[in-house]
């Protein structure tokens, strides 16, 4: 069974820093392809970020520059360092992975992941 277990959510202020990690178990990770997306209250869920199994990545424009994706191998664990923070950046974040074997294309439709963390919830006040 594949589990993704999130942490590192928070309460921040605008222009601080968080760094989100997700263990991930009962699938091989290190061929996977990895993700973070989020919802926002009455949004619909929108991709973030996403790493290949070779560690190319791929991140939505709004958050070009201040969000970066990572993967250590070793401890089954993607993270998200998000720098810069916005009230927008304010949704629940989900890790997401997928049953490919080394696909380096990273998809930014939901409907393209397999396995979901539990969220982990980011609150950035103004």
């Known amino acids: 069974q594949v589990q993704l277990v999130e942490s590192g959510g928070g309460l921040v202020q605008a222009g601080d820093s968080l760094r989100l990690s997700c263990v991930v178990s009962?699938?091989?990770?290190?061929?996977?392809?990895l993700g973070w997306f989020r919802q926002a209250p009455g949004k619909e869920r929108e991709f973030v970020a996403g790493?290949?199994?070779?560690?190319?990545?791929r991140y939505a424009d709004s958050v070009k520059g201040r969000f970066t994706i990572s993967r250590d191998n070793a401890k089954n664990t993607v993270y998200l360092q998000m720098n810069s923070l916005k009230p927008e950046d304010t949704a629940v974040y989900y890790c997401s992975a997928d049953r490919s074997f080394r696909t380096t294309v990273v998809s930014t439709a939901s409907t393209a992941w397999d396995y979901w963390g539990q969220g982990t919830q980011v609150t950035v006040s103004s």
């Open positions: 009962g699938r091989t990770f290190s061929s996977a392809r």
């Open positions: 790493i290949n199994w070779s560690a190319s990545t």
